[in-house]
Every structure is written in C-alpha cells, then in structure tokens.
C-alpha cells in the first residue's frame, strides 16, 4: 500500500524556521516528481515548491522564493522543505505529493496540483505575529 506521510509543523512565532519532512512507503519517490502544497482557510490549494526526479531542477512559489529551498534525502523514499524567516501569511496545510507517473519529469516547472495524484493527510503549520 502506498502513503506518503508529513510531519515537522507545528506553531512558531514571525520569523522562525520549521523544517518539514514526507516519507513514502511502497512508492521510490526519487522516481517521480515530487512537491510541496498549501492549503489555508478559504483558499485554494497552492503549488510551494516541487523537485524534479533527478533533484537537478526546482520550482519555488514567489512567495516563498528566498526564505524555503525543497530537497530530497539521501534515502529514496524522503522529502523535505526547509522554511526559513516565516511570516503569518505562511500559515496553512501543508501537504507532501508525488506526482502523476504520466507526468513525470514535467510536472515540478508548474507545480499544481492537478498533476499530482498522490497525497498525504498534512501537517499544520502555524505562524504567529
């Protein structure tokens, strides 16, 4: 059976740093294109940064360009984002995926969500003023 599980949020003040971890089982994520998604209240689901299977190329939000870098671990079957200087607006779901196999080597340059099939339950992350 296939999972793909998050952890590492949590509640931090403006300004801190939380690192965020996925780990899949029965699915070598470093054979697809993998990503980081956010969900807050009311809003949609929004693409943070994703990775490609080779780990050589990476898609970061605007947003969050400067402050969150996405790496794969050195075990197949691991994913993180390393969030830095984080602001109130940060605060949502955070949600680990791996994308689609027919999407494979094309779905980190846009990052949405559509092209991701497989998904975790998220992890919360809370940032206060």
């Known amino acids: 059976q296939v999972q793909v599980v998050e952890s590492g949020g949590g509640l931090v003040q403006a300004g801190g740093s939380l690192r965020l971890s996925c780990i899949t089982s029965?699915?070598?994520?470093?054979?697809?294109?993998m990503g980081w998604f956010r969900q807050a209240p009311g809003k949609e689901r929004e693409g943070v940064s994703c990775?490609?299977?080779?780990?050589?190329?990476?898609y970061l939000a605007d947003s969050v360009k400067g402050r969150f870098t996405i790496s794969r671990g050195s075990a197949k079957n691991t994913l993180y984002l390393q969030m830095n200087s984080l602001e109130p607006e940060d605060t949502a779901m955070y949600y680990c995926?791996?994308?689609?196999?027919?999407?494979?080597?094309?779905?980190?340059?846009?990052?949405?969500?559509?092209?991701?099939?497989?998904w975790g339950q998220g992890t919360q992350v809370t940032v206060s003023s």
């Open positions: 990775i490609s299977v080779s780990s050589s190329r990476t």
């Open positions: 029965g699915l070598p994520s470093d054979a697809y294109d």
């Open positions: 995926a791996a994308a689609s196999w027919n999407r494979r080597y094309v779905a980190w340059r846009t990052c949405r969500a559509t092209d991701f099939d497989l």
